[in-house]
């Protein structure tokens, strides 16, 4: 749902601010990551259109995004006017419905990630009374969160006897992997391989 949300938003913003995110030729995108951007939502939250962007000072955009619990600074205000200043503006008049369904999918989407948020917390704290909290921060390329999440998925380590019981019920099993890729051998391939064997052995 979450990235469903994330991109019905990027298709939102496309509309309201053409080239905002785009990378051509010289165009750069105006925030280098929308989600983690404090600016980019704020600018999304004020509601203004690229044509009244457009028509600001920095300042007045500064003050206008200020008065709506979103500080700027004079730096950022005179890229995001700049920038605006270079693309081609849809009427207001078209976007006053998408303004408003962008700034619910963002409410929606603030929403989730703050249960998200909860929802990680907890599974850390617990997982850290298991029998797996010594494989956190330990393996390197996998988050906590990773870890919590297989460790929830296997148990508790000392229902097992064997170490390939857990790689069995985590999904991993190596064995059905290299059935798969049997599968997708070309048959020319096996007959030949085949073949070979007999006359190798002869």
């Known amino acids: 749902m979450q990235t469903c949300l994330k991109n019905q938003i990027k298709a939102r913003l496309h509309k309201i601010y053409p080239g905002l995110m785009s990378k051509y030729n010289d165009n750069q995108p105006l925030f280098s990551n929308l989600w983690t951007s404090p600016t980019a939502r704020g600018l999304i939250k004020s509601r203004l259109t690229?044509?009244?962007?457009?028509?600001?000072t920095p300042e007045e955009l500064i003050e206008n995004l200020k008065n709506k619990g979103f500080p700027l600074t004079l730096r950022s205000g005179r890229r995001i006017v700049r920038y605006f200043k270079r693309i081609l503006t849809p009427k207001d008049e078209i976007l006053e419905i998408e303004m408003d369904l962008?700034?619910?999918d963002l409410y929606l989407l603030e929403t989730l990630e703050k249960e998200l948020s909860l929802v990680e917390e907890r599974m850390l704290e617990e997982v850290k009374r298991t029998d797996a909290s010594f494989l956190l921060d330990k393996i390197k390329g996998l988050s906590d969160i990773m870890i919590a999440s297989f460790a929830g998925v296997v148990g508790r380590i000392g229902n097992y006897r064997f170490g390939k019981e857990i790689f069995s019920k985590s999904g991993l099993s190596s064995k059905v992997n290299q059935r798969e890729r049997e599968k997708k051998e070309p048959q020319s391939y096996n007959k030949f391989h085949r073949k070979g064997q007999r006359k190798f052995h002869s």
């Open 50 to 56: 690229a044509t009244q962007v457009k028509r600001m």
């Open 102 to 104: 962008l700034n619910r």
